[in-house]
T-cell receptor, first 115, second 114 residues
Framework: AQSVTQPDIHITVSEGASLELRCNYS??????LFWYVQSPGQGLQLLLK??????LVQGIKGFEAEFKRSQSSFNLRKPSVHWSDAAEYFC?????????????FGSGTQLTVLP | ETGVTQSPTHLIKTRGQQVTLRCSSQ?????VSWYQQALGQGPQFIFQ???????GRGNFPPRFSGLQFPNYSSELNVNALELDDSALYLC?????????????FGEGSRLTVL
């Protein structure tokens, strides 16, 4: 069965510092990979996705992620964090075949940004 | 703002009752998915509707059911509510039923079961 592990429940960084959020997955084949962000009281917003090609993908708000097949990882990075980045971040995987886009999410990483 | 609207935003029910949650898809989207997000957890896939038919279901019992209407709006119904059903219920719409296209999420309906 597929699963997504986000080993860091909570991360605190200072504004302007770099950020890396970890994501590991278990799947039968290379899935589609996603990062979503959820602000308090809000739904989920897509930051970026990987489905083929270049393993370094760029997203919105200055985020990027790197897919490493050998490590089954898809870590999210940002070179300089802004206070507005404080939110919860979810990594997700989805099937590359079939008729239903059933995403499997990790349990999330809560990001706190210190001034 | 995604254009996906959900109602109600908050509601409280008692154990054993039934609840209906509603979702209006973003214009042009023909696929709706529902997710349950318990406190401190990531969303879990309940089911997906495409052109008014269920075409994928997660590990949820039959008391979780849904409908999709010709205008692609959707309902999630939960019968015989249990305390563990307390969660944020998220609706997501998309242009297609599969692939890597973006899911557009609503802000959710927060259900509390007492």
């Amino acid at each position: 069965a597929q699963s997504v592990t986000q080993p860091d429940i909570h991360i605190t960084v200072s504004e302007g510092a770099s950020l890396e959020l970890r994501c590991n997955y278990s799947y039968g084949a290379t899935p589609y990979l996603f990062w979503y962000v959820q602000s308090p009281g809000q739904g989920l917003q897509l930051l970026l996705k990987y489905f083929s090609g270049d393993t370094l993908v760029q997203g919105i708000k200055g985020f990027e992620a790197e897919f490493k097949r050998s490590q089954s990882s898809f870590n999210l990075r940002k070179p300089s964090v802004h206070w507005s980045d404080a939110a919860e971040y979810f990594c997700a995987v989805g099937p590359t075949s079939g008729s239903a886009r059933q995403l499997t999410f990790g349990s999330g990483t809560q990001l706190t940004v210190l001034p | 703002e995604t254009g996906v609207t959900q109602s109600p935003t908050h509601l409280i029910k008692t154990r054993g009752q039934q609840v209906t949650l509603r979702c209006s898809s973003q214009s042009g989207h023909n696929t709706v998915s529902w997710y349950q997000q318990a406190l401190g957890q990531g969303p879990q896939f309940i089911f997906q509707y495409y052109r008014e038919e269920e075409n994928g279901r997660g590990n949820f019992p039959p008391r979780f059911s849904g409908l999709q209407f010709p205008n692609y709006s959707s309902e999630l119904n939960v019968n015989a509510l249990e305390l563990d059903d307390s969660a944020l219920y998220l609706c997501a719409s998309s242009f297609s039923r599969g692939g890597a296209g973006e899911l557009f999420f609503g802000e959710g309906s927060r259900l509390t079961v007492l």
